[in-house]
């Protein structure tokens, strides 16, 4: 009897192991904002990625500077990257940049639409 609630326990554990490592949490240290924005001729907005690991990052592909520009974070908080988008001219362009942290190394790509 001791044998059998011994192995319904491993059994139970195994399960729950294998079952943390699928969580969003294990799995996905960042998590990138959304691919698409829109903002106004001359406004700006916050795009972020956030995470719980600190992270390197490089902005691979800056988009078409007469549309819009993106600016490094300024906040000192490497966990959680937050990037200024200001809108130029109308139009859209794509900024694309690249993270690593200690566990993964990812990109994120956000769409960018200007409109006056």
């Known amino acids: 009897m001791t044998t059998r609630i011994f192995g319904y326990a491993l059994v139970y554990a195994s399960i729950v192991a294998f079952l943390a490592l699928l969580s969003p949490s294990a799995a996905w240290a960042h998590l990138c904002g959304p691919s ?15 995470g719980d690991d600190y992270v390197e990052y490089l902005i691979t592909d800056k988009g078409d500077p007469l549309v819009a520009k993106i600016e490094p974070p300024t906040n000192k908080d490497e966990y959680d990257l ?18 690593e942290s200690s566990t993964r190394r990812m990109g994120c790509r956000v769409k960018v639409t200007v409109n006056e």
Do not use: M
């Open 82 to 99: 937050r990037f200024k988008i200001v809108g130029v001219g109308n139009g859209a362009t794509v900024f694309k940049i690249e993270w």
């Open 36 to 50: 698409k924005l829109e903002v106004k001729k001359g406004n700006s907005l916050e795009y972020a990625i956030t």
